[in-house]
Nanobody, 118 residues
Framework: QVQLVESGGGLVQPGGSLRLSCAAS????????MSWYRQAPGKERELVARISSIGAAPKYAASVKGRFTISSTSDKNTMYLEMNSLKVDDTAVYYCNVRGMNVRDDYWGQGTQVTVSS
């Protein structure tokens, strides 16, 4: 059974940093990509960053480019999101997502809350 478990969220002041982790297990398929999404209250879920398993460069939302860095372990069992220079607008629930080569293989974690506030 596929499981994605996020951790590392919390309350941080503007300008601060956090590192989110996503522990992945139970995969029986080849991954296409691994991503971080976020959803703020009253807003749609949006892609924050994506790392490809087929060699493409990481992709970032314009709003986080230069501040956030996505990475993973070589075995793809853990994915990270390093978040620096956090802003109030970064407040959201952050979700990890893994997609396989088959469109049916699309899995989500339960989310972790990130709150940026003074």
């Amino acid at each position: 059974q596929v499981q994605l478990v996020e951790s590392g969220g919390g309350l941080v002041q503007p300008g601060g940093s956090l590192r989110l982790s996503c522990a992945a297990s139970g995969f029986t398929f080849s991954t296409r990509d691994m991503s971080w999404y976020r959803q703020a209250p009253g807003k749609e879920r949006e892609l924050v960053a994506r790392i490809s398993s087929i060699g493409a460069a990481p992709k970032y939302a314009a709003s986080v480019k230069g501040r956030f860095t996505i990475s993973s372990t070589s075995d793809k069992n853990t994915m990270y999101l390093e978040m620096n220079s956090l802003k109030v607008d970064d407040t959201a629930v952050y979700y990890c997502n893994v997609r396989g080569m088959n469109v049916r293989d699309d899995y989500w974690g339960q989310g972790t809350q990130v709150t940026v506030s003074s």
